[in-house]
């Protein structure tokens, strides 16, 4: 057997969980808008609103399967550990950047978490970081600042800087959690289930300690909450999983600039956001950023 003939389906099936990660990216492009249509829900209600609806709907899946919905939370202590620090700690780390800076500030340097995966994806073993993939992030990330700064005027204030430090903190947790899922791969993807539950009483918890609850008044506030919890915030962490565990890291991580990219056009198509050079100029950079990062899954094998 030749070394092609060998080299095929490893290549392949690395290339169709890159492409099931880029799943994730898609769902999340649609957050921004489906938030903006629950308007008098609190942060962190609608993250355990949404988070409840990802867990029942694994649950639901587990018990179609037969599986037993019990034994997909006996997990290591150290896996409990990666995903409630991964999806619970990047969400309560946004809110409070956006609770102690301005958003666009906040917004930008959270958009720091595609570049760190290029960068953290070159501690595993067996990964290999290329000019291309430094030079792709790089572009994206450039995109994406042109996308911010064409919503308003950037300035980094002294006086945000705990706010700015926990952006930060929340784009390093989100690449840490995705880049050390690789070290993790003999977990099954379902445990991303389990993660959705804790993330969920945490934010049940949370909720109740800061908010003030308020039920939506409206159907489309129910039908947003309901398209959240099984898109953006449900199967796309199970999608990201799967590329992280299985996929060209490094792809992945520079395709996730298109996110914030494709919200900006999603709310420009739906009337709350307008077209603009910098959007245009945005689209062009993370879409070569993209082309240019994942030149290696378009080689064909030696």
């Known amino acids: 057997m030749t070394t ?9 099936a ?9 799943v994730a990216i898609l769902l999340w492009a649609s957050l921004a808008l489906l938030t903006t249509w629950t ?12 988070f409840t609806l990802s867990t029942l709907a694994a649950m639901a899946l587990w018990s179609l399967r037969g599986d037993g919905v019990i034994r997909h939370f006996r997990l290591p202590a150290k896996v409990w550990a990666l995903g409630v620090s991964g999806l619970f700690g990047y969400h309560a780390l946004y809110f409070l950047a956006l609770k102690l800076a301005p958003p666009l ?3 930008l340097i959270n958009y720091l978490w595609p570049l760190l995966i290029v960068v953290l994806s070159a501690l595993l073993p067996g990964e290999r970081m290329r000019w291309f993939h430094l030079a792709g992030a790089g572009l994206g990330l450039l995109g994406t600042v042109i996308l911010i700064l064409g919503k308003g005027e950037v300035g980094f204030d002294p006086r945000y800087l705990a706010g700015y430090a926990a952006a930060f903190a929340c784009a390093f947790t989100w690449s840490s959690y995705s880049v050390l899922s690789r070290r993790f791969a003999a977990t099954p993807t379902d445990a991303v289930g389990a993660f959705c539950a804790a993330t969920a009483l945490l934010s049940w918890l949370g909720h109740a300690a800061f ?18 919890g099984l898109g953006p915030v449900g199967l796309a962490f199970f999608c990201w ?4 565990k299985r996929g060209d890291i490094r792809a992945l ?6 996110a914030p990219l494709m919200s900006t056009l999603l709310l ?17 950079l993370i879409v070569g950023g993209a082309l240019l990062g994942t030149g290696d899954l378009r080689k064909k094998p030696a």
Request: hydrophobic residues 50%.
């Open 4 to 12: 092609s003939q060998t080299a095929s389906p490893a290549l392949s």
């Open 14 to 22: 690395r290339a169709r969980a890159t492409f099931i990660g880029t």
């Open 39 to 50: 308007p008098s829900l609190p942060a962190l209600q609608l993250t355990a609103m949404t």
């Open 105 to 107: 500030e906040a917004s």
């Open 211 to 228: 908010e003030t609850t308020v039920w939506p008044a409206a159907w489309q506030e129910w039908a947003a909450v309901a398209a959240l």
């Open 241 to 244: 999983d799967h590329g992280m």
């Open 253 to 258: 991580g520079t395709m996730a600039y298109a």
């Open 268 to 284: 420009i198509l739906f009337g709350q956001g307008e077209a603009s050079w910098q959007v245009a100029a945005a689209c062009a």
